[in-house]
T-cell receptor, first 114, second 109 residues
Framework: DGGITQSPKYLFRKEGQNVTLSCEQN?????MYWYRQDPGQGLRLIYY???????QKGDIAEGYSVSREKKESFPLTVTSAQKNPTAFYLC?????????????FGEGSRLTVL | GQNIDQPTEMTATEGAIVQINCTYQ??????LFWYQQHAGEAPTFLSY??LDGLEEKGRFSSFLSRSKGYSYLLLKELQMKDSASYLC??????????WGAGTKLIIKP
């Protein structure tokens, strides 16, 4: 079945460590997104990508990095520069151009910094 | 600034009807989405409105008034599985998606 797969589902990190969250989709979607979700707040956009080898910063890109070497894959690295990384991270994709169609979300990755 | 307002939490009874409101102030408008999110899970798409009026889809309906900057999601014949958060999101004139904080709906037997 087509969909988006995120891994790992749960991740613990020590302060000062970088971690990479995986996101793979087989929906043949051009657009992919990374969101952060914190309690009591709306989803906040970290990065998005419209095509391979191109990506744009969202509202809260500081302390994060991404790559888009393949259409299917859009990994997110949470670097040690991110001051408050504990959160629920959601990857999504959509057909067409950015934000013109429904988003299909992965199941999320919950990162906890110890 | 851009803003989406939704009630933080609502409670309703199984079998009843509930209306979840969303008001928005954004720079332009290119559509409004509703998503459902069960606790600890990913959001799933419910509806999309770009023109004024009511869109019905089974037990769920979504209404839009662009002149009032207002939408609502109507859930009928509530079931326990409808307990979830409901997220309202607006596409602005730059095709940026602005998200509300979500409304947590609690269904009681």
């Amino acid at each position: 079945d087509g969909g988006i797969t995120q891994s790992p589902k749960y991740l613990f990190r020590k302060e000062g460590q970088n971690v990479t969250l995986s996101c793979e989709q087989n929906l043949n979607h051009d657009a992919m997104y990374w969101y952060r979700q914190d309690p009591g707040q709306g989803l906040r956009l970290i990065y998005y990508s419209q095509i391979v080898n191109d990506f744009q910063k969202g509202d809260i890109a500081e302390g994060y990095s991404v790559s888009r070497e393949k259409k299917e894959s859009f990994p997110l690295t949470v670097t040690s520069a991110q001051k408050n990384p504990t959160a629920f991270y959601l990857c999504a994709s959509s057909g067409g151009t950015i934000n013109t169609g429904e988003l299909f979300f992965g199941e999320g990755s919950r990162l906890t910094v110890l | 600034g851009q803003n989406i307002d939704q009630p933080t939490e609502m409670t309703a009874t199984e079998g009843a009807i509930v209306q979840i409101n969303c008001t928005y102030q954004t720079s332009g408008f290119n559509g409004l989405f509703w998503y459902q999110q069960h606790a600890g899970e990913a959001p799933t798409f419910l509806s999309y409105n770009v023109l004024d009026g009511l869109e019905e889809k089974g037990r769920f309906s979504s209404f839009l008034s662009r002149s009032k900057g207002y939408s609502y999601l109507l859930l009928k014949e509530l079931q326990m599985k409808d307990s979830a958060s409901y997220l309202c999101a607006v596409v602005d004139s730059n095709y940026q998606l602005i998200w509300g904080a979500g409304t947590k709906l609690i269904i009681k037997p």
